[in-house]
């Protein structure tokens, strides 16, 4: 059997070592040895990376006496030299290198040959993992093949153990063990310890503590905290006196009062002076107890307090974490909010965040959509989110099923571990697909696309095997700014992402502003319904110097590679009309200047609102293209807010309505013989996309993720029986008819 081969089995036994170690053993000793067994070495190591420090945490073939003794910095030695350069590092005859550093109680003298493998999770380094032998030897090819694919693999794993270490040697933690469950908005798993997120307020992160408790100095620094929090807000409460009535500005005061009550602070001086607990420890119990307290209150009045606590407590921490942020930043944590927008979504770190837990929200929301773009697991509307959890306490967040665990047992911790690694398993051998056209049994080909909203998004398409860019939404690079990007800046950010796209073409959705995306430059006002109200095209076409500039740069960037552009939210052809004017407007204007462009940029609509389904023989007639935005188009033809997780349920891509909207659709495109995709967030799930295949649509475009096991269930899937099953769909009248018809296919997707 062939090294490759067998790296397969070398991994299977490493998912094993996880699933079988015990409480008290340390499973990363038992990984060296199965990988120096497969690599057929005299030495394999793991370093994890720490504080910018490299650490030797487990080894097989180095003197165990070394074991967390061995540190060093990132730019020393060439272990370091993996972290610096992110990529192997292979040196015969190690010692003669510029770079080596010896290190005595390892025992390394003897071994000549080195190679070292950076374990890469997130666009984070984690660790290093080295192999070394005795004789000198030159690495192949396909052994380092063998060893970056086994370092891909562990390094989600070895993030995950750190945790499980960290929770091991934390004696003080809490004992309060929970599960909470919501709705899976974004797929994975993420392990991590929990941080909150307010409005306004910069996250903050708490990991667990190892330094003693000295009551007098934690009591000082506590009442220190206090205080400078309680001056904050009389500045906030002075700021709103002036602009809003005394109703707005008695918030603070309120808030400040709570600050100096008597009870309160007797019962933090109790958790310091009598059970030994940290300022920080003391505030997130003291006060996560209050609002737990509050949440069994019926009355309405003391529910409304909880955001006021939950408030109170982050002001409170941060004063505490003051200087403490930059070293918490090191840490991996899983979010925790009442509810996100996207303006709060597109500021957060990816790489600092392994998933995401609000108590408002569902699958369909612009922050589950980012979440999913950006690869973070996601439960959101978890009731008691906020009031259960708190601060610093370690989660995993199962973004399949929609569960949350606070302070999960060991053997649990475990078994999301080996599932972790299943998953990431199977996504390996979906990636083999990458090269591979959607093309169905019978030959019928389907072109599979992605949702993306960043520029660096875009790099990655290829290597999930994504054929353009179905759906790019601009409005993600409006929502930071405090003023509108002038037409110079947009072209820049276009042409960026042109020149990633590298010859994919690219479909940029023009500014969908408004709704759950405000846009701060825009100064919108509060509506009762926003999401029926002021946004998308209405608000553009209001203000047309918006759209022409928008126009004009994206009609530049045209010039240097394929593109579409896609109109959002069109209601009427009147809409569709006064956009192409505008449209015709900015090119005329590049023209008189001179500036290239290319004159026949496709122009296509979004069918997302009811009535331009009704209209589409119509509309057909105005447009290039069409793609069905299905998670607009089910809010409005089924009443459902899809942000609100109340009434989650109702919100059905198999209701009858949704099929015959679709189909109706997709026939008017092929009887014009223009093309129709479907962009919402159903594309993605393989047993709706065969379903959208059935009925006629020729492009699905979801999340770069899901493109892989997409291609797979295209590919084993007959086009004539796809049509044959939505032709049966189409003559159900309920979704229980429409499920039942699509049984055994939904059979077939799950076994993919």
């Known amino acids: 059997m062939s090294l490759k081969a067998d790296s397969l089995k070398t991994l299977s036994n490493i998912a094993q070592i996880l699933q079988k170690s015990q409480p008290s053993e340390n499973p990363l000793a038992h990984i060296?040895?199965?990988?120096?067994?497969?690599?057929?070495?005299?030495?394999?190591?793991?370093?994890?990376?720490?504080?910018?420090?490299?650490?030797?945490?487990?080894?097989?073939?180095?003197?165990?006496?070394?074991?967390?003794?061995?540190?060093?910095?990132?730019?020393?030695?060439?272990?370091?030299?993996a972290v610096e350069k992110l990529q192997p590092i292979i040196v015969n005859e190690a010692h003669l290198h510029p770079r080596f550093k010896y290190f005595p109680e390892t025992g390394e003298e003897k071994f000549n040959s080195f190679a070292a493998v950076p374990l890469i999770n997130r666009d984070q380094v984690v660790g290093v993992l080295t192999i070394q032998t005795e004789a000198s030897r030159e690495f192949n090819a396909d052994?380092?093949?063998?060893?970056?694919?086994?370092?891909?693999?562990?390094?989600?794993?070895?993030?995950?153990?750190v945790a499980?270490?960290?929770?091991?040697?934390?004696?003080?933690?809490?004992?309060?063990?929970?599960?909470?469950?919501?709705?899976?908005?974004?797929?994975?798993?993420?392990?991590?310890?929990?941080?909150?997120?307010?409005?306004?307020?910069?996250?903050?992160?708490?990991?667990?503590?190892?330094?003693?408790?000295?009551?007098?100095?934690?009591?000082?620094?506590?009442?220190?905290?206090?205080?400078?929090?309680?001056?904050d807000l009389e500045k906030l409460e002075k700021k709103l006196r002036k602009t809003f009535s005394k109703n707005e500005?008695?918030?603070?005061?309120?808030?400040?009062?709570?600050?100096?009550?008597?009870?309160?602070?007797?019962?933090?001086?109790?958790?310091?002076?009598?059970?030994?607990?940290?300022?920080i420890a003391s505030v997130s119990h003291v006060l996560g107890e209050y609002i737990r307290d509050f949440s069994q209150i019926e009355d309405p009045h003391f529910r409304e307090r909880i955001?006021?606590?939950?408030?109170?407590?982050?002001?409170?921490?941060?004063?505490?974490?003051?200087?403490?942020?930059?070293?918490?930043?090191?840490?991996?944590?899983?979010?925790?909010?009442?509810?996100?927008?996207?303006?709060?979504?597109?500021?957060?770190?990816?790489?600092?965040?392994?998933?995401?837990?609000?108590?408002?929200?569902?699958?369909?929301?612009?922050?589950?959509?980012?979440?999913?773009?950006?690869?973070?697991?996601?439960?959101?509307?978890?009731?008691?989110?906020?009031?259960?959890?708190?601060?610093?306490?370690?989660?995993?967040?199962?973004?399949?099923?929609?569960?949350?665990?606070?302070?999960?047992?060991?053997?649990?911790?475990?078994?999301?571990?080996?599932?972790?690694?299943?998953?990431?398993?199977?996504?390996?051998?979906?990636?083999?697909?990458?090269?591979?056209?959607?093309?169905?049994?019978?030959?019928?080909?389907?072109?599979?696309?992605?949702?993306?909203?960043?520029?660096?998004?875009?790099?990655s398409l290829r290597y999930v095997g994504a054929e353009s860019v179905g759906l790019y939404r601009t409005e993600f690079a409006f929502i930071s700014k405090r003023n509108l990007p002038g037409e110079e800046e947009q072209f820049q950010l276009y042409k960026q992402i042109m020149e990633e796209a590298d010859g994919l073409s690219i479909t940029f959705r023009i500014l969908d502003a408004g709704g759950d995306k405000p846009i701060a430059s825009l100064n919108l006002a509060n509506e009762p319904n926003p999401v029926l109200g002021y946004r998308s095209i209405r608000l553009s076409l209001s203000k047309p110097e918006i759209l022409e500039v928008q126009f004009k740069a994206l009609l530049r960037a045209s010039a240097l590679g394929s593109m579409r552009i896609m109109v959002p939210m069109i209601s009427s052809i009147e809409e569709m009309v006064a956009v192409k004017e505008i449209f015709e407007e900015a090119k005329k204007e590049l023209e008189s200047k001179g500036i290239p462009f290319n004159e026949k940029v496709p122009l296509g609509i979004m069918i997302e609102v009811p009535s331009a389904v009704t209209l589409s023989h119509f509309l057909v007639h105005h447009a290039d293209f069409f793609s069905i935005g299905t998670n607009d188009l089910i809010q409005y033809t089924l009443a459902v807010d899809r942000n609100n997780e109340k009434v989650a349920s109702f919100f059905e891509p198999f209701h009858p309505a949704i099929i015959s909207a679709v189909w109706k659709?997709?026939?008017?495109?092929?009887q014009h013989n223009k093309p129709v995709g479907v962009c919402g967030e159903i594309a993605g799930d393989p047993l709706m996309g065969c379903l959208m295949?059935?009925?006629?649509?020729?492009?699905?475009?979801?999340?770069?993720?899901?493109?892989?096991?997409?291609?797979?269930?295209?590919?084993?899937?007959?086009?004539?029986?796809?049509?044959?099953?939505?032709?049966?769909?189409?003559?159900?009248?309920?979704?229980?008819?429409i499920m039942k018809i699509l049984a055994p296919l939904k059979q077939r997707v799950e076994e993919s």
């Open 32 to 81: 060296v040895t199965t990988v120096r067994q497969q690599m057929q070495v005299d030495v394999c190591s793991l370093y994890l990376h720490q504080d910018k420090m490299l650490i030797l945490v487990a080894s097989d073939g180095l003197d165990l006496n070394s074991i967390g003794h061995v540190r060093m910095n990132v730019n020393e030695g060439l272990t370091g030299l």
């Open 143 to 161: 052994e380092i093949e063998v060893l970056k694919l086994i370092a891909f693999q562990l390094s989600g794993v070895i993030q995950n153990l």
């Open 164 to 231: 499980l270490e960290v929770l091991q040697q934390e004696d003080k933690r809490r004992s309060y063990h929970s599960q909470l469950s919501g709705i899976p908005t974004a797929p994975g798993f993420g392990i991590g310890p929990a941080f909150f997120l307010r409005p306004g307020i910069q996250p903050v992160i708490l990991g667990p503590s190892h330094e003693e408790i000295k009551p007098k100095e934690e009591w000082k620094k506590l009442k220190s905290a206090i205080q400078k929090a309680s001056e």
């Open 249 to 279: 500005s008695d918030i603070f005061y309120s808030h400040r009062m709570i600050l100096s009550d008597a009870s309160f602070l007797k019962r933090l001086k109790n958790e310091i002076e009598k059970k030994k607990k940290g300022a």
């Open 307 to 459: 955001a006021d606590l939950e408030d109170l407590r982050q002001r409170i921490l941060e004063q505490l974490l003051g200087k403490m942020k930059k070293d918490q930043n090191t840490w991996a944590g899983i979010l925790i909010a009442e509810s996100l927008v996207p303006s709060d979504t597109v500021q957060l770190d990816p790489e600092r965040i392994s998933g995401i837990v609000t108590s408002r929200g569902g699958l369909t929301s612009h922050a589950a959509i980012l979440a999913r773009s950006l690869g973070i697991p996601a439960v959101m509307g978890v009731p008691g989110a906020s009031s259960e959890i708190e601060p610093g306490d370690l989660l995993i967040v199962d973004g399949n099923k929609g569960l949350v665990y606070i302070n999960p047992e060991k053997n649990v911790l475990l078994e999301y571990e080996k599932i972790q690694e299943k998953f990431a398993d199977h996504m390996v051998h979906l990636q083999k697909l990458a090269g591979e056209k959607a093309v169905t049994l019978d030959g019928h080909p389907i072109s599979l696309q992605a949702n993306v909203g960043r520029p660096s998004d875009v790099k």
């Open 665 to 670: 659709v997709a026939q008017v495109g092929l």
């Open 693 to 737: 295949i059935g009925l006629g649509v020729t492009q699905l475009s979801m999340i770069a993720a899901n493109i892989p096991l997409m291609k797979k269930v295209i590919r084993e899937s007959s086009y004539e029986e796809l049509k044959e099953i939505a032709n049966k769909a189409l003559k159900a009248a309920t979704t229980e008819e």
